[in-house]
């Protein structure tokens, strides 16, 4: 089932998102399957279930290359639940972030270089990652779903802020994340 996805304002964006209790259940399985459904159906690299209404600690991210972020490498398909992210030095980054519940837009976002990851998938086995570049960025944008964070609140220059038809003429103005 494709869920439609919640858009900024929406009060429900912006909660501290619960832990899973329950691994391995039909329920759990049935959100996760729903989830990638709606994310693949929005063409997006990464969803939160906060952002289908769900207030669970439960993120989805993963793509092969991606007309949206044409330079951006391939991430592993992953369900990560309950997640901690730790950064790696104090390193940062600023790149182009777009978001499913922020549709059409685009923002320079600063986000740790690297960072280790840990959590549970589905079946409850612990994933534990460490990663840089755009999977750590990727992982950074999701969790701060479970957190009530939305990319815009990151960005430190708000000139850096716009439409991406405007930003990004070459890109596919029908796609969005
Ligand atoms: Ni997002």
């Known amino acids: 089932?494709?869920?439609?996805i919640l858009k900024m304002g929406d009060q429900r964006l912006l909660r501290i998102a619960e832990q899973v209790q329950?691994?391995?259940?039909?329920e759990l399985h049935q959100l996760i399957a729903d989830m990638f459904e709606?994310?693949?159906d929005a063409n997006g690299a990464g969803l939160a279930a906060p952002q289908i209404?769900?207030?669970?600690?439960?993120?989805?991210?993963?793509?092969k290359k991606n007309s949206r972020y044409p330079?951006?490498?391939?991430?592993?398909?992953?369900?990560?639940?309950?997640?901690?992210?730790?950064?790696?030095?104090?390193?940062?980054?600023?790149?182009?972030?777009?978001?499913?519940s922020v549709p059409g837009m685009r923002g320079l976002?600063?986000?740790w270089s690297s960072v280790s990851y840990r959590g549970?998938?589905?079946?409850?086995?612990?994933?534990?990652?460490?990663?840089?570049g755009f999977h750590a960025r990727v992982v950074q944008h999701e969790c701060d779903h479970l957190n009530g964070i939305l990319y815009p609140m990151r960005i430190k220059d708000l000139t850096k802020f716009g439409y991406t038809e405007i930003l990004f003429?070459?890109?596919d103005a029908t796609l969005d994340d």
Do not use: H, K
């Open 1 to 4: 089932m494709i869920y439609p």
């Open 22 to 26: 329950d691994f391995d259940t039909a």
């Open 38 to 40: 709606t994310m693949q």
């Open 53 to 63: 209404g769900v207030n669970l600690q439960l993120v989805i991210f993963g793509f």
């Open 71 to 100: 330079d951006a490498p391939n991430v592993p398909e992953t369900v990560l639940i309950n997640p901690i992210i730790t950064p790696i030095g104090s390193e940062t980054d600023d790149a182009w972030e777009g978001c499913l």
């Open 109 to 111: 976002v600063p986000r």
């Open 120 to 132: 549970f998938d589905q079946y409850g086995q612990e994933i534990v990652r460490e990663v840089n």
């Open 169 to 171: 003429p070459e890109l």
